[in-house]
């Protein structure tokens, strides 16, 4: 039976937590002491510093050679259990893999770090800080890296039917990555470059996009000079008298050519505003008019010094051109725009707090030659080899985590607590102490960031109630069924038992709803199970709580 002492207790660990984030909000929606520019640094400052020096701090104190192999064996088995079950109904029902996605970040991934600690700590006792510390591990280096995995896959299968629909990708061998690509999430636009040899096989190259036909020297060697444009900010490129053009049509080939001096591979579409913040038209017409596409590229005839200009194709086709002229094809052109239909819904499009755009467009945006039935393409979709896929998607994981702080404050408190506890080496006090200012600040400022980014949503609901009672029930309703299910059939009983459990219960982690908004998917169904779920996760908690000890 719970007393008034142990509820006094757990309310003296969470009312501080709940006041910072308080005082945050109030602080921007009320007091208006905070712009967003200043929201931003802050947060900035928490996710840099703060957090991954707090997870260092535990993470180097607790001893990893007495880890509770129940405790860990019934956390795994019950993300395991959601990971099966999902992929069975996104298989057998067409669920689909976004939303694979994420009923797994709602159902297995909670605030463990700054949410569970101090909770569970209040509740059962200093044990369950160990408990809670193992379990942020495995988050950090296995469940976080399993999820940005699947991003990654999403965002690479998007990208690729975009650019290579129906059978085309299937002929692809190779990518080739730039350096500066950090993700395919599409913060950054990027572009493919796509060569064929002799054998039809594609080697593509992914590249970041810049818009740099402005400053090109091929734009001043033709003589195109920029005029005023009828859009705010934009340049715009016309050729007043265009070549008249003359299609190579060889098999299902789709690619035009001019014969005169300039030949644009073009075909003609309804004028309309580029989705691009950033103006980046370019006009082929003598009315100044936005353009469907906002980067040229050139591709040469080996035989002789004239430039031909190739627009992608509109359904993305890539063949190779049995021309005597030359051997093989190189095109170029841009990843689709910001809003893709993932899931019937537009994922992937700006949001209100002025994130960077995505740069995958749609491509039934675009016309479609009559001659090309989209249906059929969009049921042909074949996907490069396993390994190719395996490969790209493996570089993207890698580069995106050697750009997360709380990926090497995870890695290097595991490798310091492994080498202290084993030779009983004490972290000298110079670097403690740096250290323990940071971290103790960690837990704060962490709060006072939740609660100014719930000040800076226009709606703490913003999926609506049919969506948000969905993620709370999975949050706090299946998350803990399948977890005690679990922990039961491991032998987990006792206190660590309704530990699990608690934990189970806590509010959405922050880093799947980043990873959400980086990847637009679902991103506000995710930020209403942090914002609502941090609202409604204290009396739930409390109740489990006083419901396992009776």
């Not at 298989?91 to 970040?105: C, R, V």
């Not at 749609?362 to 395996?390: I, N, W």
Request: aromatic share 10%.
């Amino acid at each position: 039976m719970i007393s008034a002492d142990d509820f006094y207790k757990v309310m003296c660990a969470m009312v501080p937590l709940y006041f910072a984030m308080l005082v945050a909000y109030g602080s921007v929606k009320w007091c208006k002491i905070f712009s967003p520019e200043q929201c931003s640094g802050i947060n900035r400052f928490v996710a840099v510093f703060a957090v991954p020096v707090l997870s260092f701090h535990f993470i180097s104190q607790n001893n990893p050679y007495e880890m509770d192999t129940k405790f860990i064996v019934a956390d795994t088995l019950s993300k395991l259990l959601v990971l099966v079950l999902l992929s069975v109904w996104a298989i057998l029902f067409k669920g689909g893999l976004d939303w694979l996605i994420t009923l797994f970040s709602l159902a297995t991934l909670p605030n463990t770090l700054v949410m569970g600690i101090p909770l569970l700590n209040a509740m059962y006792g200093d044990f369950t800080q160990s408990l809670m510390v193992q379990l942020v591990v495995l988050q950090c280096i296995i469940w976080y890296t399993l999820l940005l995995f699947l991003f990654e896959y999403r965002a690479a299968t998007l990208l690729i039917k975009n650019q290579f629909p129906g059978s085309t990708a299937a002929s692809i061998s190779k990518f080739e990555i730039d350096g500066d690509v950090i993700s395919l999430d599409g913060r950054d636009p990027v572009r493919t470059e796509s060569e064929i040899d002799g054998n039809g096989r594609i080697r593509v190259r992914i590249r970041r996009s810049t818009s740099s036909a402005p400053d090109s020297a091929l734009s001043s060697s033709m003589g195109i000079t920029p005029r005023a444009s009828n859009l705010s900010g934009a340049e715009i490129f016309s050729v007043n008298t265009p070549a008249p053009l003359h299609e190579y049509h060889n098999g299902n080939a789709d690619i035009a050519f001019g014969n005169g001096d300039l030949g644009f591979g073009y075909r003609s579409a309804s004028p309309r505003l580029s989705g691009y913040a950033s103006s980046d038209a370019y006009s082929l017409q003598p009315t100044p008019r936005a353009s469907n596409f906002n980067e040229l590229d050139t591709t040469t005839i080996t035989t002789t010094n004239t430039p031909f200009w190739v627009r992608s194709p509109v359904a993305g086709k890539v063949y190779r051109q049995q021309s005597p002229a030359f051997s093989g094809v190189r095109m170029v052109w841009e990843s689709p725009g910001k809003c893709n239909g993932g899931g019937g819904e537009r994922q992937g499009c700006k949001d209100v707090v002025g994130e960077r755009e995505i740069s995958f467009r749609d491509s039934s945006k675009f016309p479609v030659a009559e001659e090309e039935d989209p249906k059929a393409t969009a049921t042909g979709q074949d996907m490069p080899r396993t390994h190719v896929m395996l490969r790209l998607i493996l570089t993207m994981v890698g580069r995106k985590l050697s750009r997360n702080p709380n990926t090497y404050s995870s890695v290097l408190g595991l490798l310091w607590s492994l080498i202290s506890f084993k030779w009983n080496v004490g972290m000298p006090s110079l670097v403690k102490y740096s250290i323990k200012i940071i971290s103790d600040a960690g837990l704060g400022m962490a709060m006072f960031s939740l609660g100014l980014f719930m000040a800076l949503q226009p709606r703490i609901i913003a999926c609506g109630t049919k969506r948000a009672t969905m993620g709370m029930g999975i949050r706090f309703i299946c998350g803990p069924i399948l977890m005690s299910a679990a922990s039961i059939a491991v032998g987990l009983r006792g206190v660590r038992l309704h530990a699990a459990i608690v934990q189970a219960a806590l509010p959405q982690g922050i880093v799947p709803f980043v990873f959400a908004r980086e990847y637009g998917l679902h991103p506000d169904i995710l930020s209403t199970g942090v914002i609502f779920g941090m609202l409604v996760s204290l009396p739930v908690t409390l109740l489990y709580y006083i419901l396992l000890g009776l």
